[in-house]
Structures are given as C-alpha cells and as structure tokens.
C-alpha cells in the first residue's frame, strides 16, 4: 500500500509541478489524475500497486471536503449575496454532467 500512495502522491507533484512551469491555469491535481490514468491506460504502473491506496482515499474523502467547507464560510457574505446563481448553476451543472455522462456512457460503455 505504500507504494501506492507513493505513486499517487508523486503524480500529485508532477501535476503540480506541470503547471508551474508552463504557467496552466488548471490545478495540477487535474493534470495529475490525468497523468496517472495515461500511465495507467499505458499499464507503466499496475492497477494492484494503486488500487489498495486509492481505495483508502476514497474510504475517507468525505474527510478532505472539510477544510473547503470551513474555508466557503470566510465568503459568506458573497454566499449570502448571490445564493440563488450558485444553486440555479448547481443545479443546472449537475444535471448537464449527468447528461452528458449518460450518453458517453452509451456510446463507449460495455454492452454485457
């Protein structure tokens, strides 16, 4: 399991690392989950090594979601102001994403 959760944290840095140097303005834990995948599609490292660790991760994510909540409340007056765009584009994303993930789903998932 070590092993794991040293390949996804040095994919974390490589991403973070990506977007320091060409100056990205995506975060770089997106580029690092893209580049894991790539190394995993291209099987440079194994599923086995990262799943026990992913697996963990995922377990305790609600556990990394706390520190972006405490820190929402220090714009609360921004919250306050314009709460009803944030949930109407919630919303409206969310039924997009579950849309448009849908229909990828049909096109490119299994037909068992």
């Known amino acids: 399991m070590f092993k794991g959760v040293l390949y996804i944290f ?7 690392v990506i977007v320091y140097l060409f100056n990205l303005s995506i975060a770089g834990n997106i580029i690092g989950m893209v580049a894991i995948f790539i190394a ?10 990262v799943k026990a660790a992913s697996d963990q991760f995922i377990k305790y ?3 990394f979601f706390i520190p972006y909540g405490v820190g929402l409340m220090t714009f609360y007056d921004i919250l306050k102001l314009h709460w009803i765009a944030i949930v109407v584009s919630t919303v409206i994303s ?3 994403t579950l849309y448009v993930t ?9 037909n068992e």
């Open 10 to 16: 040095l994919f974390l840095i490589l991403g973070e």
């Open 94 to 96: 969310t039924i997009l």
């Open 102 to 110: 849908g229909i990828i789903l049909q096109k490119f998932g299994k």
């Open 40 to 49: 995993l599609k291209l099987k440079v490292i194994k599923l086995q090594e």
């Open 61 to 63: 994510m609600v556990l």
